[in-house]
């Protein structure tokens, strides 16, 4: 178990409905990123935030917005939920940011979008 | 941008049997990540390899880079019924890039 834990574990929108995840990263981890994992492929990299601001993004329209609060917890915000956006999502948390250090993910949030 | 190529897709086994695991990189690696992730599951971090000809041991698991960094190898002895679950290769070109994945290597061992 890493210590990294997220909420909900499951969720059904339906197309063009907002979404917010939530992430509690690992004690004393201060850098958290988010991946989107579509069935059968490998986890895409979302952002990263550190000590609150975004460091770092991937290729995902600015609907997928993200916050990180003062205790590192972290939230992604989806808006105008597409079909494609249906996927398992990731939140990992590492001691640095901008480093290839070691990531501690959570278990996830599936999220369905009918 | 980087791309990671791992073969096989999918793998089954008998318990007790060897089986290899590869990775491979269109460019030269700064860090090669192995984790193992248990179905809708999140992943668990398995081994780091940042040397050229580094090797790394855990367990059953042996993991390599070669000496040109593109291409790395993960290798299970006497697979168990444990040992199921999808592996995937994570790299970043440096330090400073976050990590991208392979579409992961489906295991299932067979009793």
């Known amino acids: 178990e890493t210590g990294v834990t997220q909420s909900p574990t499951h969720l059904i929108k339906t197309r063009g409905q907002q979404v917010t995840l939530r992430c509690s990263s690992q004690?004393?981890?201060?850098?958290v990123s988010w991946y989107q994992q579509a069935l059968g492929q490998g986890p895409q990299f979302i952002f990263q935030?550190?000590?609150?601001?975004?460091?770092g993004r991937g290729n995902f329209p600015p609907r997928f917005s993200g916050l990180q609060f003062p205790n590192y917890s972290s939230e992604l915000n989806v808006n105008a939920l597409e079909l494609d956006d249906s996927a398992l999502y990731l939140c990992?948390?590492?001691?640095?940011?901008?480093?290839?250090?070691?990531?501690?993910f959570g278990s996830g949030t599936q999220l369905s979008v009918l | 941008s980087q791309e990671l190529e791992q073969s096989p897709q999918s793998l089954i086994v008998q318990e007790g049997k060897n089986l290899t695991i590869n990775c491979t990189s269109s460019?030269?690696?700064?860090?090669l990540y192995w984790y193992k992730q248990k179905y809708g599951e999140g992943l668990i971090f398995l081994m780091m390899?940042?040397?050229?000809?580094e090797e790394k041991s855990h367990e059953k698991i042996t993991a390599k880079l070669d000496e040109k960094k593109q291409q790395s190898s993960l290798h299970i002895t006497a697979s168990q019924p444990s040992h199921a679950g999808i592996y995937l290769c994570?790299?970043?070109?440096?330090?400073?890039?976050?990590?991208?994945f392979g579409k992961g290597t489906r295991l299932s061992v067979i009793a």
């Open positions: 990992a948390s590492s001691l640095w940011a901008g480093t290839n250090e070691k990531l501690f």
């Open positions: 004690s004393g981890h201060n850098t």
């Open positions: 935030y550190y000590r609150e601001e975004e460091n």
């Open positions: 460019k030269t690696l700064y860090g």
């Open positions: 390899l940042q040397k050229g000809g």
């Open positions: 994570g790299a970043a070109n440096s330090g400073n890039t976050p990590l991208v």
